[in-house]
């Protein structure tokens, strides 16, 4: 089995790396596969102390993953982040050379770019794996983060051309990626050159964190929360940018006239003020919302005390890239989904699979329309639940489809052959 390097320009604490990068890696290596992870942390100096960092060590070793970490530097933006990438090379060139590394696998571009210099100036010559995750420079430029085709833009769509050359082997999270970056794959699984392409969307953990009854779960936190009379819509994740903040409080607003027990849940890291004076303006009492974190171990409690998960995102070319974490999970929960169209593969699963509405726009008409369309479904949190297992299983989907292309990569020429 190969050994392979997950370089992840994020911190261990995220909860992206918590609920998608390390269930990954833990379900990789169950296969045999020798796992080495590498983070880089915000404020390295004042949050992690020695026994804090020997910790996690310890815990990550139970799941067969070596974790070393570097410091993250944020400001001034691109002065910062190439230090990191220059500090990153280093580092993985003498991990290089200390191990019998097979593949180094990028997460999204900057750490994909750490890898592909750090093996060009290698003697071995491991394979490199772009998980592109998404259209990072469309998602900054639609995200109002860097002026459309500003130098910003330019700079990192050259990067995403050369690193695309230099790749042995490409991730995307849906299929409509696919279809724009790889058509000819959907039918053999590689691209005209003859490198594997995987399809792997956000996955959930069903047997560490959503394998607990949910009926129990309901009726525990709708209890805490106090909504065991309320119809309770639920939005996880950031606001602001390409989160349609303001789209997603006119939804609540009309859901109230539609029905009056309308409660407003949600778990969000971005700061509540972007979103609570929105909800009061629409008429929502301290009573009728709840606005805050939550740790990914609660997760599953707040969405099985809910009734509907919403996803609102500005629907573009970047978001085709997109598989909204959140998504999977509401399904997990058995929460039908209200969703925008034109993001990832969210159209086909919920059309298909009859397990909620769309939006076909933003005004008090669909929105109307999509809560009796949920109506008239009636109760399909089973058939939510299903189909996540179908769709999202971290096990059968995400390990499934992540072995299968270490294995393609592995055959692929051999590993650690120097690229021509």
Known sequence: MPNTLYI????????????????YLAEIAKSGTKVSLVTFEPSFKTDWTTEQIKAMRASLAEMQIEWDCLAYHKRPSAIATAYDILV??????????????????????????????????????????????????????????????????????????????????????????????FPESKETGFDTVGR?????????????????????????????????????????????????????????????????????LFLTQTSPELIIPLLKSKGFGEGDYFVGTAPPGEIPGYLSAS???????????????????????????????????????????????????????????????AIEEIEALGDVSELCMRTARQEFDLESVGGKRYNRMYQRLMSSNGAGITRT
């Open 8 to 23: 992840c320009y994020f911190g261990m604490r995220q909860p992206l790396v918590q609920t998608q990068v390390i269930p």
């Open 307 to 369: 009734d509907v998960g919403l996803s609102c995102v500005k629907a573009g070319y970047a978001t085709q890239s997109r598989s909204p974490t959140k998504i999977p999970e509401y399904l997990a929960c058995g929460l039908p989904i209200i969703a925008n169209p034109g993001v990832g593969d969210v159209d086909a699963l919920i059309t298909t699979n009859r397990i909620g509405a769309l939006l076909h726009d933003f005004s008090r008409e669909s929105y109307l329309g």
């Open 196 to 264: 594997p392409v995987e399809v792997i969307p956000c996955c959930v953990d069903f047997e560490k964190r959503f394998s607990t009854d949910r009926e129990s779960l309901r009726k525990d936190m709708r209890a805490r929360l106090g909504v065991q009379e309320r119809f309770v819509f639920t939005h996880v994740g950031a606001l602001g940018g390409l989160y349609l903040t303001n789209e997603i409080a006119d939804f609540l607003e009309t859901a109230r006239t539609a029905k009056p027990n309308t409660y407003a």
């Open 88 to 181: 990153g090379v280093r580092f993985i060139r003498q991990k290089i050379r200390e191990g019998n590394i097979d593949i180094l696998q990028g997460r999204v571009h900057v750490p994909t770019l750490m890898g592909a210099l750090a093996r060009r100036f290698s003697k071995r010559k491991p394979k490199l794996l772009f998980d592109i995750r998404g259209f990072f420079p469309e998602e900054y430029t639609d995200a109002g983060v860097w002026p459309p085709n500003g130098w910003l833009y330019r700079t990192a769509k050259r990067v995403e051309n050369w690193l695309m050359s230099e790749s042995d082997g490409f991730v995307v999270l849906t299929e409509n990626a696919r279809e724009i970056l």
